[in-house]
């Protein structure tokens, strides 16, 4: 699957432009890992684009990503991806078993984290952007209380990489496409 056919499902399915700037982070987090690792780039892409592509129409944990698979399975999308969409999702009970479903588990609720404390440092950037910021922030519970910070724990060790060091690639992995995500900062 090309990134422009999934790219046009998340601009049918999600108008939140929000959702469609975490899709784009989630993305580039998982194509630095891939490259990392020497594995697909456009396929784990992919995987990061449609990772999410139901929340709106499906906002809810008895739907989302399950019947989100079912669209994915109409529009002949691989069962690979499917199932790396499927397995993020701790509640679905497919388990993680590829390094691309561990990267995409370990990406989604950090990039979330990073763009909450790009957003609000004086430079609203991810230029500046580095690991001690954001472990600043992650001390207080009450800052992005949303972001999951024992699965973003776990993520970071089911894919067999330190914590910090983890929060440091997907902020290098994000700084490259910093305008999409409306972090590219004040100047």
Not at 21 to 26: G, W
Not at 78 to 84: D, S, T
Not at 176 to 185: E, F, M, R, T, W
């Amino acid at each position: 699957m090309k990134r422009e056919e999934a790219l046009a499902i998340v601009r049918e399915f999600i108008k939140n432009e929000n959702l469609v700037r975490h899709t784009l982070a989630v993305e580039a987090a998982m194509r630095f890992y891939a490259g990392k690792y020497g594995e697909d780039e456009e396929l784990w892409g992919v995987v990061g684009l449609l990772h999410d592509f139901d929340w709106e129409i499906h906002p809810d944990l008895e739907r989302h990503p399950q019947a989100g698979a079912a669209i994915l399975r109409q529009r002949g999308v691989p069962e690979e991806i499917i199932r790396a969409v499927l397995s993020h999702a701790d509640h679905t009970g497919v388990p993680r078993e590829s390094r691309m479903e561990k990267a995409l588990f370990a990406c989604d609720e950090l990039t979330g984290l990073i763009t909450a404390v790009a957003l609000v440092r004086p430079s609203r950037s991810l230029a500046d952007l580095t690991a001690p910021s954001v472990k600043k922030k992650w001390k207080d519970k009450g800052f992005a209380a949303g972001a999951k910070r024992e699965e973003i724990e776990r993520g970071a060790q089911e894919l067999g990489v330190d914590l910090w060091e983890h929060v440091d690639n997907v902020i290098l992995a994000m700084r490259p496409i910093s305008a999409d995500l409306g972090l590219q900062g004040n100047a």
